[in-house]
């Protein structure tokens, strides 16, 4: 069974760091992008970052860039999310998706975890 | 960036009744090389990930009841939900993956009338 499965969330302050994880399962790992899209108490959807198959191509919304860095490692099926200087406005929770080839939707989900970042 | 607006922000209809969700990009996520829209709908549930329902804005990802269709091509789309059923309660997501950053509509929230 697919699965992806998020940890490494918690309560931190600005201005400091957190690194999320992404653990995958029950598909080769290597061949799929993976994506951060995290989403605010009662808020919608927000796409933060994505990660070609093989780790060569990086994407990232304005919002984080400079800040955020996704990385991943097929040798551990692990994908990460390294966030710097965090401000109050990251807080939300941060999903894990994956998908189907290239430009395509997100066809599995994990179950997210939540970065609050309040001092 | 390419910027998705959903409408209305929240609707209500009555069970067995029919539910239409419209979502609008502005560009285009139409890619004239393969004639495809790079346009998804994804349905989410409180407390749980969103869960993909329609992609290529008209193809129903497997597993999903057909009462849930997409249209549209462009710059305009349509989800319908041909007959409201009380587990369609939740909120519906447009994206789209034609550029990056990749970008989500605002969300329409769907109720029981």
């Known amino acids: 069974q697919e699965q992806l499965v998020e940890s490494g969330g918690g309560v931190v302050q600005p201005g400091r760091s957190l690194r999320l994880s992404c653990a995958a399962s029950?598909?080769?790992?290597?061949?799929?992008?993976i994506h951060w899209v995290r989403q605010a108490p009662g808020k919608g959807l927000e796409w933060v970052a994505g990660i070609s198959y093989d780790g060569s191509n990086k994407y990232y919304a304005d919002s984080v860039k400079g800040r955020f860095t996704i990385s991943r490692d097929n040798s551990k099926n692990t994908l990460y999310l390294q966030m710097n200087s965090l401000r109050p406005e990251d807080t939300a929770v941060y999903f894990c998706?994956?998908?189907?080839?290239?430009?395509?939707?997100?066809?599995?989900w994990g179950r997210g975890t939540l970065v609050t970042v309040s001092s | 960036d390419i910027v998705m607006t959903q409408s209305p922000d929240s609707l209500a209809v009555s069970l067995g009744e029919r539910a239409t969700i419209n979502c609008k990009s502005s560009?285009?996520?139409?890619?004239?090389?393969?004639?495809?829209?790079?346009l998804a709908w994804y349905q989410q549930k409180p407390g749980q990930p969103p869960k993909l329902l329609i992609y290529w804005a008209s193809t129903r990802e497997s597993g999903v009841p057909d009462r849930f269709s997409g249209s549209g091509s462009g710059t305009d789309f349509t989800l319908t939900i041909s007959s409201l059923q009380a587990e369609d309660v939740a909120v519906y997501y447009c994206q789209q993956y034609y550029s990056f950053p990749y970008t989500f509509g605002q969300g329409t929230k769907l109720e029981i009338k």
């Open positions: 029950g598909f080769t790992f290597s061949t799929y992008g």
């Open positions: 560009p285009s996520v139409l890619y004239s090389s393969n004639n495809r829209n790079y």
């Open positions: 998706a994956k998908d189907s080839s290239g430009y395509s939707p997100f066809e599995l």
